[in-house]
């Protein structure tokens, strides 16, 4: 869609830089400066205009993007509304509240789009954030933090007086408020407000509007706020549009409120009530988002015929927040906010596997031969760690805390109902946001029925979305294998490697094909919503597969650079089944070799996180066990990175054929 830049300062080449990559071309350009307008004009090979009534008049373009300064918006948007044009402007909408009212009513009765910055809550840091939020970590939020240190702008920005005129609201609040309005719909009232007007002496030119304000908000449903916007606290200080919620489960931190993403984009942190706070690391590659992002969006509705205003909308909410501070601020008084049509947001949590009903404990069935959504990486939960049984609970929250979501347990590690105290406890997500997987162990083949029983009611759940044999072979049954963690070590061997009086292990004699029919007979009862295996090779999982009823949608198997598993993982993508790849990271003399160390270094990542990523670029998911809480965070972040094809070759070129443990 053609478009027009009116402003030609600093924030116009901001969104130019993203033209080259946008389904936009811009035809004129226009500001009062001359210089300005004919350079970007230039660079952009569009006519350039120093009059929008002249541009208007002269150019066709049905997209206006409105540049210029803070307090020259509303007059541009509504020219250029009244001249049929639709509108993407930079923030504020307008300094006030009736007359972004009134731009939105303009638009809507023309049917022109009307959008406005910023974009932030579709950035990748807001957008992780708000998985906490949406997967029910904090519980009911009932109080926020919202900072906005835009700093001393005569200090850092080549063009200050545009902000010293509008004051820190409406140039740094508006990125915690506008979050905040997505989050949790808008607010109802300001209930006590401060504005004063630190500067230094030694600054000529001052706010024309206190330089420091505090507010406390009251949102129509959802947190009290307490909102700081300053001119005075640096821009660089620790909290520059940070924020902050707290809810009766846990904790959610949000560096940087207006971050745009990308490689040095800022990060999220989550703290369960009682815990350290935990970095949330994106499980994707980063990429920042252009400014052009939302003009982009506004022209696709506009070609869709909709016109979109939503943005317009929460903008114009936005702008009554910012009057109504300065209201009770000056009359020292509560101050109600109208809604300008900005309804609570629905809740949008991620469900892995087939999909789900929120609020449904039991998962929607799996149809065989289709391929299960699975998070990138999974998290095991084996308590056994360098040759002897640990206890994992810390490790397990901090993994939820971190942003796993799928959790692989089995009965043999004896921890199941540590794990249900878990996942039952303020903090952790809500069940329809996990990926349970549980394994049956070799001494229950005949008894799948009452392990997988035993199972749902340690975890506290009331179906599993994957059931998996641990091994394809079948040992001597021992009895039900309920808490092993609590018991001495010697009789949890006893139960669950059991041995024929001579030593030899004591096996059963119960056929693959038999302990399969008893595991779809769990799938049919609605207990797991698919069935997998483990340790098995491609003729014995051909074999299955063509006998089974319902197949295996999940296969487990070690796997790492020295044990690829190649075929058997092209076999399974082929047929559309998953493939897990448990003890990754374990292999003997893995994370010491000289090509891992040296791939790793190229992409500055520790060796764990390099083989982790080559994991994952491959379609295996890899559940990596570690008690190092650092570890359990740098793990996760592996999803985050890309091998380089150079790098895969080589790692590749690992392959051991004699490879044994």
Same mark, same amino acid.
């Given at each position: 869609?053609?478009?027009?830049?009116?402003?030609?300062?600093?924030?116009?080449?901001?969104?130019a830089?993203?033209?080259?990559?946008?389904?936009l071309?811009?035809?004129?350009?226009?500001?009062?400066?001359?210089?300005?307008?004919?350079?970007?004009?230039?660079?952009?090979?569009?006519?350039?205009? $120093?009059?929008?009534?002249?541009?208007?008049?002269?150019?066709?373009?049905?997209? +206006? +993007?409105?540049?210029?300064?803070?307090?020259?918006? @509303?007059?541009?948007?509504?020219?250029?509304?009244?001249?049929?044009r639709?509108?993407?402007?930079?923030?504020?909408?307008?300094?006030?509240?009736?007359?972004?009212r009134?731009?939105?009513?303009l638009?809507?009765?023309?049917?022109?789009?009307?959008?406005?910055?910023?974009?932030?809550?579709?950035?990748?840091?807001?957008?992780?954030?708000?998985?906490?939020?949406?997967?029910?970590?904090?519980?009911?939020?009932?109080?926020a933090?919202?900072?906005?240190?835009?700093?001393?702008?005569?200090?850092?920005?080549?063009?200050?007086?545009?902000?010293?005129?509008?004051?820190?609201? &409406?140039?740094?609040?508006?990125y915690?408020?506008?979050?905040?309005?997505?989050?949790?719909g808008?607010?109802?009232?300001?209930?006590?407000?401060?504005a004063?007007?630190?500067?230094?002496?030694?600054?000529?030119?001052?706010?024309?509007?206190?330089?420091?304000?505090?507010?406390?908000?009251?949102?129509?449903?959802?947190?009290?706020?307490?909102?700081?916007? @300053?001119?005075?606290?640096?821009?660089?200080?620790?909290?520059?549009?940070?924020?902050?919620?707290?809810?009766?489960?846990?904790?959610?931190?949000?560096?940087?409120?207006?971050?745009?993403?990308g490689?040095?984009?800022?990060?999220?942190s989550?703290?369960?009530?009682?815990?350290?706070?935990?970095?949330?690391?994106?499980?994707?590659?980063?990429?920042?988002?252009?400014?052009?992002?939302?003009?982009?969006?506004?022209?696709?509705?506009?070609?869709?015929?909709?016109?979109?205003?939503?943005? *317009?909308r929460?903008?114009?909410?936005?702008?009554?927040?910012?009057?109504?501070?300065?209201?009770a601020?000056?009359?020292?008084?509560?101050?109600?906010?109208?809604?300008?049509?900005?309804?609570?947001?629905?809740?949008?949590?991620?469900?892995w596997?087939?999909?789900?009903?929120?609020?449904d404990?039991?998962?929607?069935?799996?149809?065989?031969?289709?391929?299960?959504?699975?998070?990138?990486?999974?998290?095991?939960?084996?308590?056994?760690?360098?040759?002897? &049984?640990?206890d994992?609970r810390? @490790?397990?929250?901090?993994? +939820?805390?971190?942003?796993?979501?799928?959790?692989?347990?089995?009965?043999?590690?004896?921890?199941?109902?540590?794990?249900?105290?878990?996942?039952?406890?303020?903090?952790?997500?809500?069940?329809?946001?996990?990926?349970?997987?549980?394994?049956?162990?070799?001494?229950?083949?005949?008894?799948?029925?009452?392990?997988?029983?035993?199972?749902?009611?340690?975890? %506290?759940?009331?179906?599993?979305?994957?059931?998996?044999?641990?091994?394809?072979?079948?040992?001597?049954?021992?009895?039900?294998?309920?808490?092993?963690?609590?018991?001495?070590?010697?009789?949890?061997?006893?139960?669950?490697?059991?041995?024929?009086?001579?030593?030899e292990?004591?096996?059963?004699?119960v056929a693959?094909?038999? $302990?399969?029919?008893?595991?779809?007979?769990? &799938?049919?009862r609605?207990?797991t919503?698919?069935?997998?295996?483990?340790?098995?090779?491609?003729?014995?999982?051909?074999?299955?597969?063509?006998?089974?009823?319902?197949?295996?949608?999940?296969?487990?198997?070690?796997?790492?650079? &020295?044990?690829?598993?190649?075929?058997?993982?092209?076999?399974?993508?082929?047929?559309?089944i998953?493939?897990v790849?448990?003890s990754?990271?374990?292999?003997?003399g893995?994370?010491?070799?000289?090509?891992?160390?040296?791939v790793a270094?190229?992409?500055?990542?520790?060796? *764990?996180a390099?083989?982790?990523a080559?994991?994952?670029?491959r %379609?295996?998911?890899?559940?990596?066990?570690?008690?190092?809480?650092?570890?359990?965070?740098?793990?996760?972040?592996?999803?985050?990175?890309?091998?380089?094809?150079?790098?895969?070759?080589?790692?590749?070129?690992?392959?051991?054929?004699?490879?044994?443990?």
């Amino acid at each position: 869609m053609e478009c027009a830049f009116v402003g030609c300062g600093a924030v116009a080449r901001k969104y130019a830089r993203g033209l080259d990559a946008a389904a936009l071309s811009v035809t004129a350009v226009c500001d009062r400066d001359a210089d300005r307008a004919d350079a970007l004009a230039a660079d952009l090979d569009a006519a350039a205009y $120093t009059a929008l009534d002249g541009l208007l008049a002269a150019e066709d373009a049905p997209l +206006l +993007l409105n540049l210029t300064s803070h307090d020259a918006h @509303s007059d541009v948007t509504e020219r250029a509304l009244r001249s049929d044009r639709h509108v993407w402007s930079e923030k504020p909408l307008a300094l006030d509240a009736d007359v972004a009212r009134g731009l939105v009513a303009l638009a809507e009765r023309r049917d022109l789009g009307l959008g406005c910055a910023p974009i932030n809550h579709r950035c990748e840091a807001q957008r992780h954030a708000r998985t906490a939020l949406d997967d029910g970590r904090l519980g009911t939020v009932r109080l926020a933090y919202a900072h906005a240190h835009v700093g001393r702008v005569t200090e850092w920005h080549d063009d200050p007086d545009s902000f010293l005129r509008v004051g820190p609201l &409406y140039d740094g609040a508006v990125y915690p408020l506008s979050l905040l309005v997505a989050w949790f719909g808008p607010v109802e009232r300001v209930r006590t407000a401060d504005a004063a007007t630190p500067w230094p002496d030694r600054e000529q030119r001052r706010p024309e509007r206190p330089s420091h304000v505090e507010a406390t908000l009251e949102f129509a449903v959802g947190p009290l706020v307490r909102l700081t916007a @300053s001119f005075y606290a640096p821009h660089r200080s620790r909290e520059f549009t940070s924020l902050e919620c707290h809810g009766d489960g846990g904790s959610l931190y949000l560096d940087d409120a207006g971050d745009l993403g990308g490689e040095d984009g800022h990060r999220v942190s989550f703290g369960r009530q009682g815990r350290d706070y935990a970095p949330m690391p994106l499980q994707r590659p980063s990429r920042r988002t252009p400014y052009l992002a939302g003009p982009e969006r506004l022209a696709a509705s506009v070609r869709r015929g909709r016109p979109g205003r939503r943005s *317009a909308r929460r903008a114009a909410h936005v702008v009554a927040v910012c009057n109504a501070v300065e209201e009770a601020a000056e009359r020292g008084t509560s101050v109600p906010v109208g809604d300008h049509g900005v309804s609570r947001p629905d809740r949008r949590r991620v469900v892995w596997g087939r999909g789900g009903t929120e609020g449904d404990d039991r998962p929607a069935m799996h149809p065989p031969n289709a391929a299960l959504r699975l998070p990138p990486i999974g998290f095991g939960c084996s308590r056994y760690r360098d040759g002897e &049984y640990v206890d994992r609970r810390d @490790s397990i929250e901090r993994a +939820l805390d971190a942003g796993y979501r799928l959790l692989d347990a089995a009965e043999l590690y004896g921890n199941e109902a540590r794990i249900g105290e878990i996942l039952s406890a303020p903090g952790s997500p809500a069940r329809e946001s996990l990926f349970l997987a549980n394994k049956v162990w070799n001494t229950n083949h005949a008894h799948v029925a009452e392990a997988c029983e035993t199972t749902l009611d340690e975890l %506290g759940v009331d179906a599993l979305d994957c059931y998996l044999l641990h091994w394809p072979e079948a040992w001597a049954y021992t009895g039900p294998l309920r808490r092993l963690a609590e018991l001495p070590v010697e009789k949890q061997e006893r139960l669950t490697f059991p041995e024929e009086d001579g030593g030899e292990r004591a096996t059963a004699d119960v056929a693959l094909a038999e $302990t399969w029919r008893r595991m779809e007979a769990l &799938y049919d009862r609605g207990l797991t919503a698919s069935l997998g295996v483990c340790n098995v090779d491609r003729e014995t999982l051909a074999a299955l597969v063509d006998a089974a009823r319902v197949p295996p949608a999940v296969v487990q198997v070690e796997s790492h650079p &020295y044990r690829p598993r190649t075929d058997l993982v092209d076999w399974c993508h082929d047929r559309g089944i998953r493939v897990v790849a448990h003890s990754p990271l374990s292999a003997p003399g893995l994370l010491d070799e000289p090509v891992v160390r040296e791939v790793a270094a190229e992409m500055g990542v520790s060796p *764990a996180a390099a083989v982790l990523a080559w994991n994952v670029e491959r %379609g295996v998911v890899p559940i990596p066990s570690s008690t190092d809480p650092d570890h359990v965070v740098e793990n996760l972040a592996a999803a985050g990175r890309r091998v380089p094809s150079e790098g895969r070759e080589r790692l590749a070129a690992l392959e051991d054929p004699e490879f044994e443990r």
